[in-house]
C-alpha cells in the first residue's frame, strides 16, 4: 500500500471518520491501457466503481463486494471480466455451460436492465456459478443484516429464471439454486444459528426458503471449504472417507442424515457450514429425544457446540489435513 501511494497509483480518502483508499487518475490510466477488456467496465463511465459515492453505507458495500472477489480469487474462481463468460450480458443470448466457477458481482448482474429493478434492496453482492450449483452470496462482515425478505425472494427468483431457465439451461436445474454468507468468523454464525428463533429477528436464510444456505469465514479457512463446495467431485470423495465405519444413511427418515452410526443414530456431515440442515438436524434430535453426530471441521466445532447442546456429539476434521489431502 506504502509503494503504490509512493508512485502515485493510490490516495487515501478521509470521510466520516472513515478511511478508504482509491485510485488515482493515473493508476487508472495505467489499468485501461494495460489491460482495457479487463478493467474498462470498472473504470470508465458514470459507475460506483469509478466514481464511488461518499456514504458510509455505500463505501461498506464496496467493500464487502472487493473482500468477496478476494475470495473468491483466493479459492480459484474467476472473477475478472476476461476470464470468463458474460453470463448477464443485455442481449441475453443462451450461454455456453461453465467449465469452471466464476463470479459475477451485484453490478454485472444490473447489466440485465429493467428486470434487476425488481431486486432493489436485496443485499447480495454478487452470485458465484459453479459446477455444483448456483450460489447467491452475500457478506455481512461482522454484522448481522436486516433482510428485505420480499426482495430477497424476488432475486432468487430473478436468478432461477434467468440462470436456470434461460442463458445456462443446458448446465443447471431449477432446484440448484442455494445461498452462501460470508462472515468475520464463526461469531456472525452462532449468533445467527442461536437467535433465529427469537421473536424480535427473521432471519431470512433460515426460514426455509433455501434448502442450503453455507456460512464461510473470511479468511483461509473459509478459502479452503469454499474450494471443496465447488468440486462436487472432491466433495464426493471426502463424503467416501467420512463413511467409513458408518452405515448408509436412511432416505425419507424425518431426521435429516448423511449416515447412521453403529447404534442407528444419525450423522450429519457438516464442515461446509450448511445452516438450514444443521438446524434441522437439530431440532428434530430434540424432538424426538435422541442424539446424533455432527462430522464437521475443527474450528468450526466450538460454534457448534454452543448451539447444539448435549444431544449432539462431534467428529472433528483437521483443515490443515484436508487442504493438504485435496488441495496440496
Given at each position: 500500500?506504502?509503494?503504490?501511494?509512493?508512485?502515485?497509483?493510490?490516495?487515501?480518502?478521509?470521510?466520516?471518520?472513515?478511511?478508504?483508499?482509491?485510485?488515482?487518475?493515473?493508476?487508472?490510466?495505467?489499468?485501461?491501457?494495460?489491460?482495457?477488456?479487463?478493467?474498462?467496465?470498472?473504470?470508465?463511465?458514470?459507475?460506483?466503481?469509478?466514481?464511488?459515492?461518499?456514504?458510509?453505507?455505500?463505501?461498506?458495500?464496496?467493500?464487502?463486494?472487493?473482500?468477496?472477489?478476494?475470495?473468491?480469487?483466493?479459492?480459484?474462481?474467476?472473477?475478472?471480466?476476461?476470464?470468463?463468460?458474460?453470463?448477464?450480458?443485455?442481449?441475453?443470448?443462451?450461454?455456453?455451460?461453465?467449465?469452471?466457477?466464476?463470479?459475477?458481482?451485484?453490478?454485472?448482474?444490473?447489466?440485465?436492465?429493467?428486470?434487476?429493478?425488481?431486486?432493489?434492496?436485496?443485499?447480495?453482492?454478487?452470485?458465484?456459478?459453479?459446477?455444483?450449483?448456483?450460489?447467491?452470496?452475500?457478506?455481512?462482515?461482522?454484522?448481522?443484516?436486516?433482510?428485505?425478505?420480499?426482495?430477497?425472494?424476488?432475486?432468487?427468483?430473478?436468478?432461477?429464471?434467468?440462470?436456470?431457465?434461460?442463458?445456462?439451461?443446458?448446465?443447471?436445474?431449477?432446484d440448484a439454486v442455494y445461498g452462501l454468507l460470508i462472515g468475520?468468523?464463526?461469531?456472525?454464525?452462532?449468533?445467527?444459528?442461536?437467535?433465529?428463533?427469537?421473536?424480535?429477528?427473521?432471519?431470512?436464510?433460515?426460514?426455509?426458503?433455501?434448502?442450503?444456505?453455507?456460512?464461510?469465514?473470511?479468511?483461509?479457512?473459509?478459502?479452503?471449504?469454499?474450494?471443496?463446495?465447488?468440486?462436487?467431485?472432491?466433495?464426493?470423495?471426502?463424503?467416501?472417507?467420512?463413511?467409513?465405519?458408518?452405515?448408509?444413511?436412511?432416505?425419507?427418515?424425518?431426521?435429516?442424515?448423511?449416515?447412521?452410526?453403529?447404534?442407528?443414530?444419525?450423522?450429519?456431515?457438516?464442515?461446509?457450514?450448511?445452516?438450514?440442515?444443521?438446524?434441522?438436524?437439530?431440532?428434530?434430535?430434540?424432538?424426538?429425544?435422541?442424539?446424533?453426530?455432527?462430522?464437521?471441521?475443527?474450528?468450526?466445532?466450538?460454534?457448534?457446540?454452543?448451539?447444539?447442546?448435549?444431544?449432539?456429539?462431534?467428529?472433528?476434521?483437521?483443515?490443515?489435513?484436508?487442504?493438504?489431502?485435496?488441495?496440496?
Amino acid at each position: 500500500m506504502g509503494a503504490l501511494k509512493k508512485d502515485g497509483l493510490l490516495r487515501t480518502c478521509y470521510r466520516d471518520k472513515l478511511r478508504t483508499f482509491r485510485l488515482t487518475n493515473r493508476a487508472k490510466t495505467y489499468l485501461l491501457t494495460d489491460r482495457p477488456e479487463r478493467f474498462s467496465f470498472y473504470l470508465q463511465g458514470v459507475s460506483d466503481t469509478n466514481r464511488p459515492k461518499s456514504e458510509i453505507t455505500r463505501r461498506l458495500r464496496l467493500c464487502r463486494i472487493a473482500e468477496t472477489c478476494v475470495t473468491m480469487q483466493n479459492s480459484g474462481i474467476a472473477v475478472f471480466r476476461d476470464e470468463k463468460p458474460m453470463v448477464f450480458a443485455p442481449e441475453g443470448s443462451p450461454v455456453s455451460p461453465l467449465e469452471a466457477p466464476a463470479f459475477y458481482t451485484s453490478r454485472e448482474i444490473k447489466e440485465l436492465g429493467v428486470e434487476t429493478v425488481k431486486i432493489r434492496g436485496a443485499r447480495m453482492v454478487g452470485v458465484l456459478l459453479a459446477p455444483s450449483g448456483v450460489f447467491l452470496t452475500y457478506n455481512n462482515g461482522t454484522s448481522i443484516a436486516k433482510w428485505d425478505y420480499r426482495a430477497e425472494l424476488r432475486a432468487k427468483a430473478l436468478m432461477k429464471i434467468v440462470i436456470c431457465q434461460q442463458r445456462l439451461s443446458r448446465q443447471y436445474r431449477p432446484d440448484a439454486v442455494y445461498g452462501l454468507l460470508i462472515g468475520d468468523g464463526m461469531e456472525p454464525a452462532c449468533e445467527l444459528l442461536t437467535n433465529a428463533d427469537s421473536g424480535t429477528r427473521c432471519y431470512f436464510l433460515l426460514d426455509g426458503n433455501y434448502d442450503h444456505f453455507h456460512y464461510l469465514t473470511n479468511d483461509h479457512q473459509g478459502e479452503v471449504i469454499l474450494k471443496l463446495l465447488c468440486d462436487s467431485d472432491k466433495t464426493a470423495v471426502l463424503d467416501r472417507i467420512l463413511m467409513q465405519g458408518l452405515n448408509a444413511k436412511k432416505p425419507g427418515w424425518p431426521i435429516e442424515n448423511d449416515a447412521i452410526d453403529k447404534d442407528g443414530n444419525p450423522v450429519l456431515f457438516a464442515y461446509s457450514f450448511d445452516m438450514p440442515r444443521i438446524v434441522r438436524f437439530v431440532t428434530a434430535l430434540q424432538l424426538q429425544s435422541r442424539s446424533g453426530t455432527l462430522v464437521c471441521c475443527d474450528f468450526q466445532v466450538e460454534t457448534l457446540r454452543r448451539y447444539c447442546g448435549g444431544q449432539v456429539n462431534f467428529q472433528s476434521i483437521s483443515l490443515e489435513k484436508l487442504e493438504g489431502r485435496f488441495f496440496s
